[in-house]
C-alpha cells in the first residue's frame, strides 16, 4: 500500500509522534516573547548544542528569528502551568510579574521550571515556512535533574494531550 | 545560581527531555543503513517537512549523510523490538529477513511499524559533530494513526528507558 501524503496525513502521522515539552524565552531589543515547544532536541553534548524550529505563524517568531540568546525551560508536572501559557494563543505570556524574572544577561525566564538552561543562537536555517535554530548551550541557569528528592517528572505532548511519564509508564526491558 | 554547563550537566539535562522514538532506514549505493532516533521532529505541515539530527559517531552516518531519501517508522509498544534493534550497536540490522521488506523505490523497510513514511532529503546542515537533515514527507508508506480500532500505542525514550503512553499516563486538562 502507498499513499501519497496530504497535510492531514502528516498532521495525524506526527500527532501520534509524542514529544517532550520545553518552554522557550528570548529578547530583541525591548521585546520579551515566550513560546511551548515541541521540536526541542539534543544535537551533539560536545559541544553542548540544541535545535527547535519556530514556525512563521507564531506571534513569537519575529522575537525568536531576531534573539542571540533564548532560555530553554524543562518543564514538568508541577511546571505545566508554564507549557499551558506559553501555548496559549493571545495571552500575555508576561502578565504575571510573580511567575518571572530576569537574568543578568536581560533574558526574561521562569524560576519555576525544574531545569533551565541558558544558549546562544549559532545558526539559523530555513525550511518551508519555519526557522530551524541551532543554539549552543552556556550555562545552568538552574538544575533539578541530579536531586533525587526532587527528581522531576518530565511532561509529554502526544495527539493534542499532556502525558506525564513516571514508574508506571516504563516498559520491562 | 548560575552555573557553568559542561558536557555531563548536558547530558544530564537531556536525559530528563523524553523524547518520541521513531527508526529510520536509508541506503546510499549498496549500502543499507538503519537507526532509531529521538530527534525526529514536525517542522511544518505545509509543506511537509521533518527534521532529525545524525552524529559522525554513529556507524550508520556515511549512509545517512549520503541518502536521497530516508524511511520513518513510528514505533509502538508492539514495535519495540524494532526501536530496540535499531539502538543496540554492533547488531547487523537486516540480519533477519523476515522482519523487511524493499519498496519499489529501493529502500529497506519494517513493515511491522504501525506508520511508515517515506521522505526526500532537502538539506543538510553542521552542527558540531552532526548532520542535521531536513526532509520533505513525499508518501504514507503505510498508516495504522487514524484507524480507531488499531491505534497505536506510542513509545517514549526518557532517561535510558522506554515508556509507553496511554489513558493512565494523560494529565486532567
Redesign the interface.
Known sequence: ?????S?E????????????V?VLTAVAGDEHAAMTV??????????????F?V?DASSTARVFNAADTVIIH?VD?DS?WLAKLGATSGVTRFEDSTQWDVL?SGERYFPGA??I?RAAV??R?R????T?C?AH???????E??DDAME?T???Y?NR??????G????A?
Chains 1, 2 share one sequence.
Open positions: 500500500m502507498t499513499l501519497s501524503i497535510t496525513d502528516f498532521k495525524s502521522t506526527f500527532r501520534n509522534h509524542p514529544a517532550g520545553a515541541s521540536s526541542l532536541f539534543s544535537i551533539s553534548a560536545d559541544p553542548p548544542l540544541i535545535g524550529s514556525s524543562m508536572t505545566l543578568g525544574p531545569t538552561v549559532v545558526d536555517v525550511a518551508g515556512g519555519s530551524l541551532v548551550a552556556v550555562e545552568l541557569v538552574k538544575s535533574a541530579d522531576p518530565p511532561i509529554v502526544h494531550r499532556w502525558h506525564r511519564l513516571n508506571s509508564s516504563a516498559l526491558d
